[in-house]
């Protein structure tokens, strides 16, 4: 699977956007990106995942360059319980049983 | 609503003892799994299963064992706890279409002394 880096960490104001970027330059065609987040004392929760457009739910949107070499996670409003740790992961068609999350990004929004 | 629930969060034991972790979730979904979360090591993946009666060995069985009687339910035992397996124990379930849509339970943290 292609690894991926992140910046170790971010700060981001209350109510501003947040955006998350990750690099992935050895993705593969049949690769998906997805990202996850684990606020301290939690488990990890699933965020959104995309292919090659860009993608967007309830929690965030997710922009992945034409190249597919890198992505930005974006959450529109950050609130204080947005702090949490992110963590983008790459996984092939078809999907893993096994979720492999490296260091991550630890996000602290600050009010 | 739907969810995903491991019991008891906190668990103190001693080495030797037989341990077993709970894990319920509501969502009807086939796959389950447990992990295991250590700092320096992240998430390892120890059990999982895609329907009743099956069970697969992830990447840090031994010392672990699961058993999956019906879709709602698949406890975590440790036969024989060593300290080594103090930890703090995810249970996530998934769909059948996408295994790495993975949601959590909220954790159990086992220490065995």
């Known amino acids: 699977d292609a690894k991926t880096t992140q910046p170790t960490s971010m700060d981001c104001a209350e109510g501003r956007a947040a955006n998350l970027p990750c690099n992935h330059s050895t993705i593969s065609g049949n690769e998906y990106v997805y990202w996850y987040r684990q606020i301290h004392s939690q488990g990890p929760q699933y965020i959104i995942h995309g292919l090659k457009n860009n993608e967007t739910n309830e929690m965030a949107s997710l922009i992945i360059t034409e190249d597919r070499k890198s992505s930005t996670l974006i959450l529109p409003h950050a609130t204080l319980r947005d702090t949490a740790v992110y963590y983008c992961?790459?996984?092939?068609?078809?999907?893993?049983?096994?979720?492999?999350f490296g260091k991550g990004t630890k996000l602290t929004v600050n009010p | 609503d739907a969810e995903i629930t491991q019991s008891p969060r906190h668990k103190i034991t001693e080495t030797g003892r037989q341990v077993t972790l709970a894990c319920h979730q509501t969502?009807?979904?086939?796959?389950m799994f447990w992990y295991r979360q250590d700092l320096g090591h992240g998430l390892r993946l120890i059990h999982y299963?895609?329907?009743?009666?099956?069970?697969n060995k992830g990447e840090v069985s031994d010392g672990y064992s699961v058993s999956r009687s019906n879709t709602e339910d698949l406890p975590l035992t440790l036969e024989s706890a060593a300290s080594s397996q103090t930890s703090v124990y995810f249970c996530?379930?998934?769909?059948?279409?996408?295994?790495?849509?993975?949601?959590f339970g909220a954790g159990t943290r086992l220490s065995v002394l």
């Open positions: 992961i790459v996984i092939p068609q078809g999907g893993s049983e096994k979720l492999v």
């Open positions: 996530a379930s998934s769909p059948s279409g996408d295994r790495s849509i993975q949601y």
């Open positions: 969502w009807n979904h086939n796959n």
């Open positions: 299963s895609y329907g009743v009666q099956d069970t």
